[in-house]
Structure formats: structure tokens, C-alpha cells
């Protein structure tokens, strides 16, 4: 089932060029669960084959990425977060999932949601609390832009870089996921320390304040 899904979102980036990377990483920024990982690096790819440039793959993934999380952002905004962790779970939004999204924009805000733009899990989440906080949507839109930038930039250079040398990985999904996650490893696990020597930092102002 999966591998068909997966092979199904491949023809829709190679044949519908620039259009499938923007609606495939608009439904990656919502509740479908479609991993980037499996958009913008085929899509980089076919770009250095001459198909697509590598800019406007980048460009293409960090709009969609923007019109998914706005979407989510209006609909919890207007819909509230009651019923959030009232229905969330139909669209397999756990509770617990909900809570540490909640809790990252409630502690950290923009940067909470720069940082979670590349960041698994929490990256298709995020936009929902912010809404449901009602953060300055002008904010919320350049923090998102930036970080799903970053995020598209690097998942294009790296699938670039993987697909290149192993074209082959294209008829393996889940090989070239695995390859992907495990060349990105590095990445995440640098995002994922300044973000907690972030919280140090503001957890370290706030008892200074007491």
C-alpha cells in the first residue's frame, strides 16, 4: 500500500513538475502524512537531469510548505483548540502530539515554529497550535517561510548529492528514505541542539527574574 502511495507521488512530481512539488509539500504541511523526504529529493534529482531547475524545485517545496501551514494555521485559529484534541485523533493527531506542539509555540513562538519547520514529527504540526494561539500571522508566515526554506534547501542539495551517485534508490522508496534520514541525521541533531540550548537560555532569563 505504501510503496504504491509512494511510487504514485513520484509520477505526480516528475509529470506535474513544479505544480506536484507545490501540492505534494502543501499536503506534507497539513494532517496528510506524506514525508517530504520522498518529495524534494526525486524532484531535485530530475532537476540536475534538466527537467525542473534546482531553485525553483526549492522554490515550489517552500510555497507549498507555506500554503499547507497556512491553511492549518486558519482552520485552528477559526475552529479552536478544543476542537483540536477533541477530533485531532480521527486524523491521527494523538493527543500527546498536539500537547508538545502547543507547548513549543506557548514557550518559544516564532522560534519554536522556525526550529520545528525542520524538524520530524512536530514539522506538520506546528502550524495548528500558532493558530490556535493566534499568533500575528505576519510573523508566523516570514518564520515559516524561512525555516521550510532552510528545510527544502537541504533536502534538495542532499537529494542532489544521494540520488546522484545511486539513481537506483528511485525504485526503493524505502531505501531512499532511510538514505536520506541517515545523511540528515547530523542535520536534525544540530537543529535539535540549538533549540535546546535555546530553552536553556530563556529557562535560565526566567529564574533570574524570580
Same mark, same amino acid.
Given at each position: 500500500? &505504501?510503496?504504491?502511495?509512494? #511510487?504514485?507521488?513520484?509520477?505526480?512530481?516528475?509529470?506535474?513538475? *513544479?505544480?506536484?512539488?507545490?501540492?505534494?509539500?502543501?499536503?506534507?504541511?497539513?494532517?496528510?502524512?506524506? !514525508?517530504?523526504?520522498?518529495?524534494?529529493?526525486?524532484?531535485?534529482?530530475?532537476?540536475?537531469?534538466?527537467?525542473?531547475?534546482?531553485?525553483?524545485?526549492?522554490?515550489?517545496?517552500?510555497?507549498?510548505?507555506?500554503?499547507?501551514?497556512?491553511?492549518? *494555521?486558519?482552520?485552528?485559529?477559526?475552529?479552536?483548540?478544543?476542537? &483540536?484534541?477533541? *477530533?485531532?485523533?480521527?486524523?491521527? #493527531?494523538?493527543?500527546?502530539?498536539?500537547?508538545?506542539?502547543?507547548?513549543?509555540?506557548?514557550d518559544h513562538g516564532a522560534f519554536g515554529?522556525?526550529?520545528?519547520?525542520?524538524? !520530524?514529527?512536530?514539522?506538520?504540526?506546528?502550524?495548528?497550535?500558532?493558530?490556535?494561539?493566534?499568533?500575528?500571522?505576519?510573523?508566523?508566515?516570514?518564520?515559516?517561510?524561512?525555516?521550510?526554506?532552510?528545510?527544502?534547501?537541504? #533536502?534538495?542539495?542532499?537529494?542532489?548529492?544521494?540520488?546522484?551517485?545511486? !539513481?537506483?534508490? &528511485?525504485?526503493? !522508496?524505502?531505501?531512499?528514505?532511510?538514505?536520506?534520514?541517515?545523511?540528515?541525521?547530523?542535520?536534525?541533531?544540530?537543529?535539535?541542539? #540549538?533549540?535546546?540550548? *535555546?530553552?536553556?537560555?530563556?529557562?535560565?532569563?526566567?529564574? &533570574?527574574?524570580?
Amino acid at each position: 500500500m &505504501l510503496h504504491s502511495l509512494v #511510487l504514485l507521488w513520484f509520477s505526480w512530481v516528475r509529470d506535474g513538475g *513544479y505544480l506536484g512539488v507545490f501540492f505534494l509539500m502543501a499536503l506534507e504541511s497539513t494532517i496528510v502524512p506524506i !514525508p517530504s523526504e520522498l518529495i524534494l529529493p526525486p524532484a531535485a534529482f530530475w532537476a540536475a537531469q534538466g527537467h525542473m531547475s534546482f531553485w525553483g524545485v526549492v522554490a515550489a517545496g517552500t510555497l507549498g510548505s507555506y500554503a499547507g501551514s497556512a491553511v492549518s *494555521y486558519l482552520a485552528c485559529r477559526w475552529l479552536g483548540g478544543r476542537f &483540536l484534541h477533541q *477530533y485531532g485523533r480521527y486524523v491521527l #493527531l494523538t493527543d500527546e502530539k498536539i500537547t508538545m506542539a502547543e507547548r513549543l509555540v506557548r514557550d518559544h513562538g516564532a522560534f519554536g515554529i522556525f526550529v520545528s519547520r525542520m524538524l !520530524p514529527v512536530v514539522r506538520h504540526l506546528i502550524s495548528m497550535p500558532a493558530g490556535v494561539f493566534k499568533m500575528d500571522f505576519k510573523i508566523f508566515s516570514l518564520v515559516t517561510l524561512s525555516g521550510a526554506g532552510i528545510w527544502c534547501y537541504i #533536502l534538495a542539495l542532499w537529494g542532489q548529492k544521494i540520488l546522484g551517485a545511486h !539513481p537506483e534508490l &528511485l525504485n526503493s !522508496p524505502e531505501q531512499m528514505m532511510s538514505a536520506v534520514k541517515s545523511e540528515m541525521i547530523w542535520f536534525v541533531a544540530g537543529i535539535a541542539g #540549538l533549540a535546546l540550548l *535555546y530553552s536553556l537560555v530563556v529557562f535560565y532569563k526566567k529564574s &533570574l527574574r524570580k
